[in-house]
C-alpha cells in the first residue's frame, strides 16, 4: 500500500510548545504533500515537498523528507490554539493525479 | 477565487431517494475530485476527472454516479444508496500535473437512513 502512516495518532501540547508530525511510506514518490483539516469540515493544503528537496519552510511550518528513510515530518513552532485540527500526509506517485492520505494525527493545542 | 464549492452542506436521504452533490470551482482547474470520509478516517479518494473524461474509478459501487458537465462543476448522483454510505463527501481540484496541491471544497455531510 502507498498509504501514509502518521504517529503519532494523537498529540496534546500546550500554546507555545512546538509540534512535530511523522509520516512514514513504502513506495517511491513524486511529492509529499501536508493538510489540516479542523473538524467536520474540508482539507487545507499546508505544504509540499518534491522527491528531490530534503526540506521546506513556510511561515510557523517545517517540512522535512527523508527519501532513503520513505519518512517525512511536519513541525509546528509555536503553536496555537488556533492549530488544533487532524494533520494528514498525503503521497503522490506515479503519472497519474492520485492522492493517497495517511491516517492522520490529531493535535490538540491547549490554551 | 481559490474556493471550491460544494451543495448541499447536509444531505438526509432514504434508501430510495435519488440525489446529488454539487461541487464548482473558478480556479481554472482541470482536475476534480471526489473523496469519501468517515469519521475519525482519512479521505479515500473516489473518482478524478481531468479534461471533464473520467480517469481513475476507485471500484466504487453503481448506485454513486460522477459527472462532469463542464470544466467548473462536478456532480455526485447518488441512487440506492445504503445506511454504510453515510460520510463526508469532499470535491477536490487541482491543476494537471505531477506536483500541485489540491483545494478542497468544505464538504457534504451525507446521512442514509
Known amino acids: 500500500s502507498q498509504q501514509g502512516e502518521e504517529d503519532p495518532q494523537a498529540l496534546s501540547i500546550q500554546e507555545g510548545e512546538n509540534a512535530t508530525m511523522n509520516c512514514s511510506y513504502k513506495t517511491s514518490i513524486n511529492n509529499l504533500q501536508w493538510y489540516r483539516q479542523n473538524s467536520g469540515r474540508g482539507l487545507v493544503h499546508l505544504i509540499l515537498i518534491r522527491s528531490n528537496e530534503r526540506e521546506k519552510h513556510s511561515g510557523r511550518l517545517r517540512v522535512t523528507l527523508d527519501t532513503s528513510k520513505k519518512s517525512s515530518s511536519l513541525l509546528i513552532t509555536a503553536s496555537r490554539a488556533a492549530d488544533t485540527a487532524s494533520y494528514f500526509c498525503?503521497?503522490?506517485?506515479?503519472?497519474?493525479?492520485?492522492?493517497?492520505f495517511g491516517k492522520g494525527t490529531l493535535l490538540t493545542v491547549n490554551p | 477565487d481559490t474556493e471550491v464549492t460544494q451543495t448541499p452542506k447536509h444531505l438526509v436521504m432514504g434508501m430510495t431517494n435519488k440525489k446529488s452533490l454539487k461541487c464548482e470551482q473558478h480556479m481554472g482547474h482541470r482536475a476534480m475530485y471526489w473523496y469519501k470520509q468517515k469519521a475519525k478516517k482519512p479521505p479515500e479518494l473516489m473518482f478524478v476527472y481531468s479534461y471533464e473524461k473520467l480517469s481513475i474509478n476507485e471500484s466504487v459501487p453503481s448506485r454513486f454516479s460522477p459527472e462532469c458537465p463542464n470544466s467548473s462543476l462536478l456532480n455526485l448522483h447518488l441512487h440506492a444508496l445504503q445506511p454504510e454510505d453515510s460520510a463526508l463527501y469532499l470535491c477536490?481540484?487541482?491543476?494537471?500535473?505531477?506536483?500541485?496541491?489540491?483545494?478542497f471544497g468544505p464538504g457534504t455531510r451525507l446521512t442514509v437512513t
Open positions: 477536490a481540484s487541482s491543476q494537471l500535473g505531477e506536483s500541485y496541491e489540491q483545494y
Open positions: 498525503a503521497i503522490s506517485g506515479g503519472s497519474n493525479y492520485k492522492l493517497t
